[in-house]
Structures are given as C-alpha cells and as structure tokens.
C-alpha cells in the first residue's frame, strides 16, 4: 500500500497515528540538522519532517522538487502552526521514505504564483495541472458537470452518445473533415454539434435527451474560443417555448446552488432580441446595471422608434450629428466631474481600432443646474438640457454620444456602456444576473452572397404567426440595400439565448418538424431541392415519419465555468486547450503526416 492517507487530510485529532503518504516534493527546507519538505498531492499539503537520523539517507537520496516520495512516520502537533491550509495544525516524523521516482528540474515552479509565462505553461501543462490554480478551475467543471448531470437525470433526460465521424453539411462555421481510408476521395465531417442526430432522437422517440459532448468548429479563433468545445446539449420532445424556459432555467439555477451555493430563486428576466438591441446595442446585455441606450436619432427600423430627438441634434450645423445615420447616448451616472483629461482618455478609447469611432461628445450636467458640452458651439444649453433630458440624464451625469454608421456606432457604443460600467464598479463578479433573449430574426442578411442566412440554425423555427409570411413570400432580395425592406427580415423566430453577465451561456430554439416547412427553410437559404436533399435527406425522410413537436438548447460548458469560477478565459477551466492559433503546443499539433499515411488515403498535398 503507498499511502494510508492524502496529503489533505491529517488533522490534530491524529497526532501519534502513524501514516504513510505518498505525493511530490514542492520544496525543501533544512534548518540545521533537520529538514522539512512540503508534499504536496491532488488533496493538499502535508508538512514532513526529517530528524537527524535520516540525515545520512538524505544525503545518499538527496530530494529534489518535484520527486514523487512516500513516506511513512508519525503525527505530530506541530510548533509553528500554518493557519492558511487544513493541515497546518501537524506535520509527520518522518521515520522512512522511499523516492518512487526523481523529477528533473521544472521548467517554472509549481505554485500559486508560477513564473511560468502562458506558453511555458501550456508546453508543459501536465505540471500547469498540479497546481492548485488550475486544479481549481477543473474541480469546478467537474461540480458542473455534476450538477448538470443530477438535474437532468432526476428530470428524465437520457445520455445518449452521437457520432463523431458524420457528413459534411457547412451551414454557419466550417467543418473540420477527416478523410476515409476506406472510401477514398471521400471525407467525413466533425461535429458543429449534434443538433440534427438529437432532433433524429426526438423522432426516436427518446424524448428529453442529453449529454455533455465536444464540438468542433473551424473559426477563425476570435479572443477566447476554441476549435473543439463542449456544450450540455439538450432536446425536448412535445415542449413549446415556455416549457424550455423553465426547465432550463431550472438547470442553471441548479447548478449555481450546487457550485456557488446562491440561490437564484426569482424568475429569470425575459427581453426581446429587440428591445435588447434597442435599449443595449447588444443581444447579450449585461443587466447588472442599467445605463440604456438613448437613440437620439436611429435609422434601425426593425420595431424601433425614431426619437423626437433627432429633430433637435439636427440642423445645428454640426456635421457629425446631421448626417449620421445614427446617434446614440448613454448617460454615465455622477461623472459629470470628469476632467478634460478623462474625457480625452475616453475619447482615445473609443478611437482605438476595436471601437473604431471618429469621435467622442460629451454632455455634463452639473450639479448646478448647467450644461457643458464638447458641442458647445454648436447647441444652446437650453438645447444641451433637452438632449441630456432625452438620454435620461440628471444632475451629476455625464452624457456620452456617438454618432455614425448604425451597426459600428451600436456595436461601439455598446462596448462604451460595458467599459463605464467596469470603470464605475457596476460589474460586480460576484453578482450573477441571468436574462432570456427571445425572438431573434429568424435570417440575417449575408452581403457576400445577397442571400438570407439563418441567423441560429436552419432547423429553427419561425414564430407561429410568422410562418405565412415564409411561406408567401420569395426569398429572393432583388434591392441589396434594401433588404430591410424585404418581409423575410422581420420574421422572427421561436429561438432563445441565456445570457449570463452580458455572455451568451446558451442557445436554442423550438424547431421546425414537419417536411414542407424545413424544405422551405432550405429553399429560403437558397438550397436547390437536390442541395437540401444531399446534404439533409436524411432529416426530411425522418420528418415523414411520425416526428413530435420538439425544441431544445446547448450551453457553452466552458463559458459557463469560466464565468462561475470568476475567469476571462475559457482555457482556464480546459484541461488541454489550444492557443489562440488552434495549436496544441504540448503536442505540437497540428503537424505534417507520413507519406505512408498520405498513401493509404491517396491523397497528394497541393500547398498553395
Ligand atoms: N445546436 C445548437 C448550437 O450549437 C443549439 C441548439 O439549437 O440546441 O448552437
């Protein structure tokens, strides 16, 4: 036996038990005649003390950090208690130890504060994983995972495995293919995620499937993601929104009991796609804090009102604001004091490349009752308290206003209202606020090609009410720069996203299952018959089968660890991740293959 016990778990109440453990050695102290080294395992820290008679064997078997040791001797109290660890109250005498095996000298130290850089880490991220750290972040994905698992269990969902090696059907990201040695020239595909297979269980009969599963999309890897992820991907057979909702918000909830202990018992707020993008520029709003949009002047015309504002911020002569296509306010509470030096900051902020404006106005609203503005030239004060007015401004704010193309000018000053809610303290880690989106377009526009993409999937389906309007219309967009005008770009879909701090957690919607239906979706995202046919025949002959009502969601498993465990980055809480060029640096992957291998699969590199 190598150990009786973890390096975690010996107490005051076992002093004299004599133990043996087993772990490595994170550092090695002598003071005199007597050393004490740290062992350390999965479970904690145990303290070791070596007397005066293993001096000689120490000397022999000099121990190195890292070195994989067991142990064996007796409990004892110890003289210079460690409050910091749960082992801190003892320490073991030792009276053996074997060296199970030597460990060459780390490339960083295995520590809370390593001086290992990100690259060094993840080279070696076998070592990365003993430290406490990371070990953190994988203990909570497992208490995810857990949590997952025992909701969904106790609420009937089955696990059921779906393939890895499928078909080629890009619709959204590009697929990672992997060819057939055994039918050469030809490929399969790696997952997107398994939607079709669990829509293909739902006509199985399978009725609320799951399972915790990797997916694999080739993007160009923006900030924080990864070509294979994992998703808790879910499906629902004879469920209408509403029962979605509520289950899965039951499922969040859970697990922020099980792993944060919060209960998050009120009902989850609810937002439209448009109201979000109307009030927050942004289908994932943060709604930790307020500090809503004003739209002093908009062209976005789905559902939104033009202001009476843009009466009053045109025609002052002021180029930027008359003839903008859009202008939009936020007002930032209490920073009317601002100096000139913090407003110039902020205006450099929001040139940078990122933001990518032109400029910044400001209006503060003195506590005094006066305006003063970066416009002052241009606008009365009596004009400037109108403005602030609309932009729901009051004594003591600062009113900050972009101007320019509406999609950048949404986007940056989205991206504003984000920065001033960090900047002011309003995004508070520990306050976890979840939030449905509803009702996204069913299509977004795709400028390349002047065709309708589905803006979540093409198996979503379209609200009820909106489903004649699919059916009635030609998807056909005879004036690009009026596709705004087309019927297709208001229909909306009976499609969801949660949202969690202002990031999209999960997704889903209710689907289309009935044949005519989803070769009209396909038709709509300009497939020819035999195209929908090819690449999805397989799902319209099952539809001709008996397929029930069904809808369902997948949650960004990493994302919502990260988040939980108070983290930026996804790749925290991933035990081998790829960096931001998809490389596994530990493997160096991907690499080159042999020639045999290019053999047997006949194919022939043609490196452009
Ligand atoms: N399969 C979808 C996705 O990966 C989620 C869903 O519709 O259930 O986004």
């Known amino acids: 036996m190598y150990r009786t016990h973890t390096c975690g778990e010996l107490r005051i109440g076992q002093v004299n038990d004599v133990v043996s453990l087993a772990g490595w050695v994170q550092t090695v102290r002598k003071f005199g005649a007597i050393t004490f080294v740290d062992l350390r395992d999965r479970y904690g820290i145990t303290q070791l003390l070596f007397g005066e008679d293993l001096n000689g064997a120490l000397d022999a078997n000099p121990l190195g950090r890292e070195f994989v040791l067991q142990i064996k001797g007796k409990v004892q109290e110890r003289s210079s ?32 504060d390593t001086d290992g850089g990100d690259d060094l880490r993840m080279k070696y991220r076998y070592l990365d994983l003993r430290r406490n750290a990371v070990k953190k ?20 969902f089955m696990d059921i495995e779906t393939p890895f090696l499928i078909k080629s059907t890009p619709e959204g990201a590009r697929d990672f293919v992997v060819p057939s040695r055994m039918n050469p020239g030809q490929f399969y595909a790696l997952p997107q995620s398994p939607q079709t297979f669990k829509q293909l269980l739902m006509v199985s009969g399978y009725d609320r499937y799951y399972q915790i599963v990797k997916c694999f999309r080739d993007e160009d890897l923006r900030a924080d993601r990864q070509p294979e992820f994992t998703q808790i991907d879910c499906e629902m057979a004879f469920v209408e929104q509403e029962d979605i909702l509520n289950m899965f918000e039951g499922l969040v909830k859970r697990v922020f009991k099980d792993v944060k202990n919060i209960d998050y018992t009120e009902q989850v707020e609810r937002m439209t796609w448009e109201d979000a993008m109307w009030q927050f520029g942004n289908d994932k709003p943060d709604i930790r804090f307020g500090m809503n949009l004003s739209n002093l002047k908009s062209a976005f015309s789905n559902g939104g009102k033009i202001t009476s504002t843009g009466e009053l911020i045109n025609g002052a002569g002021f180029g930027v604001f008359d003839n903008a296509e859009t202008v939009l306010a936020i007002a930032a509470p209490g920073c009317a004091e601002y100096t000139r030096k913090q407003t110039d900051e ?13 400029g910044l106005v400001y209006i503060k609203c003195n506590a005094d009752g006066t305006y003063k503005s970066s416009v002052d030239k241009f606008y009365s004060e009596e004009k400037l308290k109108a403005i602030a007015d609309s932009a729901g401004a009051v004594a003591g704010d600062l009113v900050l206003i972009l101007a320019g193309r509406e999609e950048r000018t949404r986007k940056a000053i989205s ?42 999937h093409p198996f979503t389906s379209p609200k009820p ?28 879909a009976n499609a969801y996203d949660m949202v969690l701090n202002g990031n999209e957690i999960g997704g889903g919607s209710i689907r289309i299952y009935q044949r005519p239906l989803q ?63 998809g490389r596994d640096v530990m493997l160096d992957a991907p690499s080159a293959i042999d020639d045999k291998q290019f053999d047997e699969l006949q194919i022939k590199l043609n490196l452009k």
Not at 96 to 110: M, R
Not at 137 to 156: D, F, P, T
Not at 427 to 448: G, H, S
Not at 465 to 492: R, T
Request: glycine share 6%.
């Open 465 to 492: 009410d909106h489903i004649e309007v699919m059916i009635n219309n030609n998807p056909l967009i005879e004036n690009a720069d009026k596709y705004l005008e087309h019927p297709y770009s208001n229909i909306k």
């Open 346 to 358: 902020l205006t450099e902020w929001v040139k940078r490349p990122q933001i990518g404006m032109q």
């Open 415 to 456: 991206d504003l209202r984000l920065e001033m809610g960090k900047r002011l303290g309003l995004r508070n880690a520990d306050e976890y606020k979840l939030l449905w989106v509803m009702d996204f377009p069913l299509f977004e526009y795709a400028e390349e090609d002047n065709r309708w993409v589905a803006r979540h």
């Open 81 to 112: 208690k460690n409050a910091n660890i749960p082992t801190g109250e003892i320490e073991i005498n030792v009276n053996d130890f074997v060296i199970l095996n030597k460990s060459a000298v780390p490339p960083f130290t295995i520590q809370d």
């Open 137 to 156: 972040n994988l203990e909570l994905r497992y208490a995810v995972n857990r949590s997952a698992r025992n909701y969904l269990h106790e609420n009937n």
């Open 519 to 581: 070769e009209k979706m396909f038709a709509a995202l300009g497939m020819t018959e035999e195209e929908a046919l090819h690449k999805f025949g397989f799902l319209l002959g099952a539809f001709e089968y008996g397929a029930p009502p069904h809808g369902g969601i997948a949650f960004g498993f990493d994302r919502l660890c990260s988040i939980l465990g108070g983290s930026e980055s996804i790749r925290d809480f991933i035990a081998f991740p790829k960096n931001n060029s």
